[in-house]
């Protein structure tokens, strides 16, 4: 879908030790399905491995999506579509990251940083707790 919005796309980009889902221009794209991105040491790890991204000045997308809840859709590539065109024009998004649900609704909530990312964020726009988060590792 990404093609045919007219974006050249490398799929498993490989950016120093880590590989991200799809890359196009300056933007990389994370897609963080089926839940297991928000536990364990997949959790763990993935704040280093998102701020390695960013600080190599990649303008990084992480899509939340399953297949039933939150499928990726138009939505999604046309706002990956949309930042890799802004991207191209406007360095200074170099190093920033956005978070979007797989239909492109903004999915960012307030507070959330790097250290947050692997935390499914909630579609009422509430964080879920850390103890809750705690008792479900």
């Not at 897609?31 to 000045?57: C, E, N, S």
Request: aromatic share 8%; proline share 5%.
């Amino acid at each position: 879908q990404l093609r045919e919005r007219g974006l050249d796309v490398v799929a498993q980009k490989a950016i120093g030790p880590y590989n991200v889902d799809v890359a196009t221009g300056t933007v990389a794209v994370e897609v963080f399905g089926g839940g297991w991105h928000a536990y364990g040491m997949h959790r763990k790890r993935t704040p280093d491995r998102l701020r390695y991204i960013l600080d190599q000045g990649w303008t990084l997308v992480i899509v939340w999506a399953s297949a039933n809840r939150w499928p990726i859709g138009p939505g999604a590539c046309d706002y990956i579509a949309a930042l890799a065109q802004q991207a191209s024009r406007d360095p200074s998004l170099s190093g920033q990251y956005r978070v979007i649900w797989g239909d492109g609704k903004d999915a960012t909530i307030p507070g959330l940083d790097v250290d947050d990312l692997a935390r499914i964020p909630s579609r009422s726009g509430r964080q879920r707790s850390r103890a809750r988060d705690k008792r479900t590792r």
